[in-house]
Each structure stands twice: as C-alpha cells, then as structure tokens.
C-alpha cells in the first residue's frame, strides 16, 4: 500500500498535459476579479424590507422540509415542525445566526491543483451548460441528449481556459440508464477533464458514488481530500417553499464532509414566485435561507453559496423568459441581499431563444452584464445554454465562450491603467496634430497585446467576407468546435489512479448501480 501511495502521490504532482496545437488564440487560464462598481437598485430602506418580508415567511409561513433526517435536525435545533406537513417555522435570528457561520469566500482545490477556483468576493467564475434533456448542432439538429454529446461537450469544458468549473451533465445522456448513468457520468468528467467538477444530489447511493470517485481520481488519502473543498453541489429548492427528500439528502452529506453547496431557488415571477419581482426575489432569499441554515447548523463554516435564479415568465405563454430586465434587476436586487447575508452568489447566463441567433446573444448578453453588475460569483450555463435550459447547443457554447473571454479582458486592469506610459503624454507631443499614431514608437512597443482579438468576430469588410463564403457567426461556430473536438488530447491522469477509477465503476455496475423503478 505504501508503494501504491506513492507513484499516487507522483501522479499528482503531474502537471496536466497542454494542447498542443492552437485550434484558436484562447486567453489564459485566469479568474475574472470585478473591478467594477456594482449597481445596487435597493437604498438601505428597500434591503431592510425584503430581508424583513423573508423573514416573515420564515417566521409565519414556513418552509417544507421533505426529507425525515432534516425534519429531525431542525426539531433539534428548535424549529417548530410539523411533521404531517412537513412545514418548518424558523426563528430569524436563529437563521442569521447560522447563515453567518458559511465563509464569505473560499477556494476549491480540484485534482489539478493549477485549476483552482476562488470563490466569492470579486471573483466570477464560469459553469458551462449543465442539465439540458436535450442536444444541437447545425449538422444533426436538435435530438435527445446521448452520451457521446456528453462528451463532447465535456471536452469543449476542458478546453477553453474561460470555464472554470465542470457544472452537472452538459447534456443528459439518456442512451445510458439511469442506474448506472451517474458512474459513466463522473468517470468522463473526472477523466476528460482536470477542473472543478460537480456533482449531482440526487439519492444517498449516487452522492456516495460520486464522492468515493471524487477522492479516488484526487490521488488523495481520505483525510487530505476532506481537509478542503474538492468538488461541489448544487440543489434547487422545488418553489414554491419546497426543498424536496433527495436534494436535501444530498446536500447534507456534502456539508457533513465540508463540501461546497450551492442552493438555487427556482422562482419564476408569475408562475413559482410572485408576479412582482421584489415579491420573488423575497421568496428566493426565504428558500435559499432556510436550507443555508441547515446546513450551517449540521457543519458550521460549510462553504455555501446563495443562487438566484429569479426571472419571469411570458404572461402569454407561460414559457420562461430569460434575459429580460426583469431578470437583471432581479439578479442586481439578490446580489445586494446576498452581500447583506455575507454570502457568495450564483447566477446565470439563461436565455430563451431555441437557435444560437440574435435573440440568443442578447438575451444571453444581458444575463452576463446581470452577472457582472450584480457582483455575480459563479455564473452557471455560461456556455451552450438554449431553449430556457432545454437544449445544450454546440454553436452557442463556442459562441458564449467568446463572450466569456471579452468578459475577461473587459475586468484586466491593463485597460483602465492610467501610468506614466498609459497617457501617452510624449506620444502624443510626438505625433502632433499632422500625423497618426500607427507607425509612431509608442504604438509599436504596444500593439501586439493593446487590445482583445476575437476568436469569432469577423472584422473583414463585406466584400472581403462575402469572397469568403459569406459565413454567419454560427457556421464559423460549426468549424471551430469541430476542429476543437478533432485536435483535443484529455489531462493526464496517473495510470493506477485512473485503473482504481475504472475498477471501482465497474465493480458498481456488476452490484446494479443505483436501484429505479424502471
């Protein structure tokens, strides 16, 4: 065993192997830190009455639990539960407190350490597109979500230096059945890619799974993994006023081994939620809260981060909308109340349109300037998402990417310099009022790295496109991506942790994986 721990240990130590063709000029591998001044919509006056009308529905009308172990944990903690119901009363001061023990930030540290991701205060990290039933490209079309989609995409997330974090399945691959879909699932992120990874919380059995194969692909003795953050969960409170049996199951055992969660109400203004968006916006702090608060009472200091995912609905139709401008002061208005709370903060890049088009930009646009405003921390879906979630497309995911990356160069210091060399006093002294800048000494030291060149955009003029092949943004979206796909070598990983990685997948597969009723 002791030898074994040792070619482990040297495996870690492994750097993870780089490409080695430049498919595009990507930016390098960083974490966006927002510079900027956030808008903040509430006055004190306006913080103080949602904080106080979420506590009201705490005190008054109550949360359901639907988890037994929960149930008993709040009794114990002094909550009034009514265990029929499943309703749970809170006193307010009894959540602040506890919601005051999560850190305002923290780091996760995945199985390249290199990989790391700080979140909270001004950090901003990326989630590519995670959960969709669905896949598209403009080859195949629009189709069910299968497992090498999955792939795929999963190669695309380790690729570009811009997504920070794996998110859950990039698309749901429904070839796989779902008692041993998690096992194949989390082999594939924890082998194509070296990033922060997530996992699902969806039954005791399947968080055990993926924690187990978290340590194992870590290289990591059980103690030195749990003595971090490693990996992560998100769960979704079943609005309204719901936290349902699984996802609460799942996010305990990530608090009890000290494992970030990330709880996202689900408040639809006009559907989930109230139709006025301070009304959903209280909703969502009163969910996000209470399950906070658990959490924080089963392990305190539990790194926590409180999700916003608060948009409205077309009135109309029914259907989620995203991007809209209820949606950004929505996002601006729980990024205040989670900086009130001390609590990092999650988002979203969402839109709605159902082709990577114009719609798609700049509904996804105004979800990334919602984001960036609100002093965001985690942006999930930051690539790929379409059809309100639906779908996971490859064109949009290339797409979003260039996005993310003029994100990053937007927040580099570099731009707002204001040195000696940056006012370029002599420069222009030199140039005078007759001449041009291009050729001058000033431009020539600087031009190679002055400013953000695109991957996607195409700055030719028509004439020079037209001769081209006239492509629009999607079809040079197309090429990319494949190209990507075709050159992409995964991250090294040490052969006896990638062996015991397989062994133990296989040995859950012949014990039948995780029972279902079908």
């Known amino acids: 065993m002791e030898a074994k721990l040792a070619r482990r240990s040297g495996g870690r130590s492994r750097k993870s192997v780089r490409q080695t063709k430049k498919t595009i000029d990507q930016l390098d591998w960083s974490i966006p830190y927002n510079t900027d001044n956030f808008i903040e919509p509430l006055d004190a006056d306006g913080i103080d009455a949602i904080d106080n009308a979420a506590m ?70 990326f989630v590519n597109v995670s959960s969709p039933p669905n896949v598209m490209d403009l080859d195949r079309g629009r189709r069910v979500g299968n497992f090498e989609s999955f792939k795929d995409l999963m190669k695309l997330t380790q690729y570009f230096n811009c997504i920070h974090l794996a998110g859950g399945y990039p698309v749901e691959p429904v070839d796989i059945h779902a008692s041993i879909r998690h096992l194949d699932c989390l082999y594939e992120k924890l082998t194509l890619t070296d990033k922060v990874c997530h996992a699902y919380s969806l039954g005791s059995q399947r968080v055990e799974d993926a924690i187990e194969m978290a ?52 408040t639809l203004a006009g559907a989930m939620a109230p139709v006025t968006m301070a009304g959903a916006v209280v909703q969502s702090v ?32 029914g259907a989620p909308a995203f991007g809209t401008p209820e949606y950004i002061r929505a996002t601006q208005m729980s990024g205040q109340m989670a900086r009130y709370y001390g609590l990092p903060i999650r988002a979203s890049n969402a839109c709605a349109a159902n082709a990577p088009d114009g719609q798609a930009m700049w509904e996804s646009l105004n979800s ?13 879906h930051s690539a790929g998402w379409l059809e ?41 002294r030199d140039v ?3 001449g041009h800048f291009f050729g001058c000494d000033h431009t020539q030291e600087r031009y190679t790295d002055a400013f953000y060149s695109p991957f996607m955009s195409d700055w030719r003029n028509y004439e020079a496109w037209e001769q081209d092949g006239s492509e629009w943004t999607h079809q040079r979206a197309n090429k990319i991506w494949k190209k990507i796909l075709k050159e992409f070598k995964p991250p090294e990983m040490d052969l006896i942790v990638k062996e015991e990685l397989s062994s133990f997948v296989a040995k859950r597969k012949s014990e039948g994986g995780v029972k279902t009723d079908f």
Request: net charge negative; hydrophobic share 40%; aromatic share 10%.
């Open 432 to 434: 005078g009022p007759n």
């Open 388 to 428: 309100g979630g639906l779908i996971a497309s490859y064109e949009k995911f290339i797409m979003d990417c260039e996005v993310l990356q003029q994100f990053q160069k937007y927040f580099d210091p570099k731009i707002s310099d204001v040195g000696i060399g940056s006012l370029a006093v002599e420069a222009i």
């Open 286 to 317: 009163a969910e996000g809260l209470a399950a906070i608060a658990l959490l924080q009472y089963i392990n305190p200091g539990t790194p926590c981060v409180f999700g916003t995912f608060t948009s409205n609905v077309d009135m109309k139709s």
């Open 215 to 266: 340590k194992i692909a870590s290289g990591l003795p059980e103690e030195e993994f749990f003595s971090k953050p490693r990996f992560y969960t998100n769960i979704n409170s079943s609005s309204p006023l719901k936290h349902d049996q699984p996802m609460l199951d799942g996010a305990m055992r990530f608090a009890r081994r000290g494992q970030p969660v990330i709880v996202t109400p689900f």
């Open 56 to 125: 009201q529905v705490i005190e008054e009308i109550g949360i359901q639990f639907l988890n037994e172990e929960a149930k008993s944990i709040l009794a114990e903690a002094g909550c009034k539960v009514d265990q029929n119901s499943s309703n749970v009363i809170m006193d307010r001061h009894w959540v602040k407190e506890m919601v005051s023990k999560a850190p305002t930030e923290f780091e996760i540290v995945p199985r390249n350490p290199e990989k790391s991701v700080k979140i909270g205060g001004r950090n901003m990290a």
């Open 368 to 380: 990334m300037w919602a984001a960036s405003t609100s002093g965001i921390n985690v942006v999930y």
